[in-house]
């Protein structure tokens, strides 16, 4: 079984910084596809920054300069290096594993047509606010 548990939110100022961590367990970490969610209020889950085996990353548009996906094979963790945060950036961040990263689906964390391709965590709160 695919288990993942983020850490790492908490409530910032703009223009500070958080580091969001993704432990998983049960997976292959090296092979596996993994990737960040978020969920705004009001808004749709959208993906925020996601990395294949093969390689490839990707970054949305709106964090694109700003976050920064990175993962450490040895102790099956990925990481959101999040910076200059701005309160659009408040949002439950989920971590996501498995084969399918669409750029949006109705909701994060479960109860979606990616419930049979990919794992989630049970997300973490980021609140950015003055």
């Known amino acids: 079984e695919v288990q993942l548990a983020e850490s790492g939110g908490g409530s910032v100022q703009p223009g500070g910084s958080l580091r969001l961590s993704c432990t998983a367990s049960?997976?292959?970490?090296?092979?596996?596809?993994m990737g960040w969610y978020r969920q705004r209020p009001g808004r749709k889950c959208e993906l925020v920054s996601s990395f294949s085996s093969s390689g490839f990353t990707y970054y949305a548009d709106s964090v694109r300069g700003r976050f920064t996906i990175s993962q450490d094979n040895a102790k099956n963790t990925m990481y959101l290096q999040m910076n200059n945060l701005t309160p659009e950036d408040t949002a439950v961040y989920y971590c996501?594993?498995?084969?399918?990263?669409?750029?949006?689906?109705?909701?994060?964390?479960?109860?979606?047509?990616?419930?049979?391709?990919?794992?989630w965590g049970q997300g973490t709160q980021v609140t950015v606010s003055s």
């Open positions: 996501t594993a498995g084969s399918q990263f669409p750029g949006n689906i109705q909701s994060c964390g479960g109860n979606s047509w990616m419930d049979k391709y990919n794992s």
């Open positions: 049960g997976i292959t970490f090296n092979d596996s596809d």
